[in-house]
């Protein structure tokens, strides 16, 4: 009898989130008791804020700790459909918006009900690798556009990828790993363009809240015939560092919510019951943890782009958002770094200093190191990357 293979062609396929590969060899440095500066969070380094943590336990007191609808309390849809109106300038009713455990899989849920095999997804590189891998999964077909510095998206670029086959437009700002923000004018052709194509935008923004001066928009404020069309998608993650918690939400037209929710009934069921319940006290309670915390990524933002200027062979855009810097090493590669992969795990295995390397992003060439670290942390690491690059120059 011939031999069954273990993994379907799916399984066979999809790769390991490349950042968590990294953090494996980071553990194994740090179980050797080497000092290791960690630069790869991609997550606040933020206590979750004191009112948020007690409605979580208020609602485990008050026994509010089973089954919940399945995409998301009405209290919280509202507070989500409020606070889309009032910040970004966006109307989608309760019954227009889902709650999912995290912005990660309600994408994947996203990409699993538009998608059929073959159908195109237009997105830009460098990129977060989960969506392509979901992309994948779901047996649609990305399509990248590759940006050069400073990583701004144009609706030129977009029309040159489009083809018969292209269903959805991906956008992501301010973006991982740039940081880059599309800018209104830019975002308004690619609304109108999605319009004449009658195409699908989802529209990723997680980082919102945390920028450097540039004006965040939301894409289905600038159109509103498009709004059946345009999926938003965000999540409490990196607003009010509630990574752990696993909530984010989506809003868009009712038929795909639904159908939404028919998937999320069918795999993980509501979100948790207690995340939820913070989510609403989030929402709406003081905002100021927010500010505090922009104030302090931008503090370290500015010693970065500052102090990385002076670093001899990198070179760099300053983020107009999130908290990350990308960094090219491009000027170092050669015989001792065939490829940035090598040259971040030099740094690491010689410093002690993780990053992660472009390959991650389908950007060789390339580092991001993430600022979602004290400051003290940061001006150690910067001396030991200005002290390799002054090794290797
Ligand atoms: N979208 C982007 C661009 C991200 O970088 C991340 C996390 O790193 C997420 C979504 C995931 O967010 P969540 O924690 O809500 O799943």
């Known amino acids: 009898m011939s031999k069954k293979k273990i993994f379907s062609k799916r399984a066979d396929e999809l790769s390991l989130s490349p950042t968590l590969a990294f953090d494996a060899k980071v553990r194994m440095l740090q179980k050797k008791g080497k000092e290791v500066l960690n630069l790869t969070l991609g997550e606040p380094d933020f206590a979750t804020p004191e009112y948020i943590q007690d409605a979580a336990i208020g609602a485990i007191t008050s026994g509010f700790t089973h089954y919940t609808l399945v995409g998301g309390i009405e209290e919280l849809r509202k507070a989500i459909s409020k606070k889309l109106r009032k910040e970004n300038n966006i109307r989608y009713d309760s019954s227009e918006i889902i709650v999912g455990a995290g912005t990660k899989f309600l994408l994947y849920e996203l990409f699993q009900v538009l998608l059929d095999k073959g159908d195109e997804v237009i997105l830009s590189l460098p990129t977060w690798s989960t969506y392509v891998e979901q992309i994948k999964l779901a047996e649609g077909k990305p399509v990248t556009i590759k940006l050069?510095?400073?990583?701004?998206?144009?609706?030129?670029?977009?029309?040159?990828?489009?083809?018969?086959?292209?269903?959805?437009?991906?956008?992501?700002?301010?973006?991982?790993?740039?940081?880059?923000?599309?800018?209104?004018?830019?975002?308004?052709?690619?609304?109108?363009?999605?319009?004449?194509?009658?195409?699908?935008?989802?529209?990723?923004?997680?980082?919102?809240?945390?920028?450097?001066?540039?004006?965040?928009?939301?894409?289905?404020?600038?159109?509103?015939?498009?709004?059946?069309?345009?999926?938003?998608?965000?999540?409490?993650?990196?607003?009010?560092?509630?990574?752990?918690?696993?909530?984010?939400?989506?809003?868009?037209?009712?038929?795909?919510?639904?159908?939404?929710?028919?998937?999320?009934?069918?795999?993980?069921?509501?979100?948790?019951?207690?995340?939820?319940?913070?989510?609403?006290?989030?929402?709406?309670?003081?905002?100021?943890?927010?500010?505090?915390m922009v104030k302090e990524f931008t503090r370290r933002q500015n010693y970065l782009v500052k102090e990385f200027l002076t670093i001899p062979n990198l070179s760099f855009t300053p983020p107009e958002g999130a908290f990350y810097l990308f960094v090219s090493v491009e000027r170092m590669l050669g015989k001792k770094f065939p490829s940035s992969e090598a040259w971040c795990r030099r740094l690491l295995e010689e410093e002690g200093v993780p990053v992660i390397p472009g390959e991650a992003f389908y950007y060789p060439g390339y580092f991001r190191l993430s600022f979602a670290s004290s400051m003290e942390i940061l001006e150690k690491a910067t001396e030991k990357i200005r002290r390799f690059c002054k090794r290797y120059a």
């Open 148 to 292: 050069m510095p400073p990583f701004q998206l144009t609706a030129e670029a977009v029309e040159k990828k489009l083809s018969k086959k292209t269903k959805i437009i991906l956008l992501n700002s301010p973006a991982n790993p740039t940081g880059a923000i599309i800018s209104k004018k830019e975002l308004q052709n690619i609304v109108r363009l999605a319009k004449k194509h009658k195409l699908y935008i989802i529209s990723d923004e997680i980082y919102e809240k945390i920028t450097y001066g540039a004006k965040f928009v939301s894409p289905a404020s600038l159109l509103t015939s498009m709004r059946e069309h345009i999926l938003t998608v965000n999540g409490f993650s990196k607003a009010y560092a509630m990574t752990g918690w696993r909530l984010g939400y989506v809003a868009g037209s009712q038929e795909i919510i639904a159908k939404m929710n028919a998937l999320q009934s069918q795999t993980t069921s509501n979100a948790t019951s207690i995340s939820q319940k913070a989510g609403v006290t989030a929402l709406t309670g003081p905002q100021q943890s927010i500010k505090d």
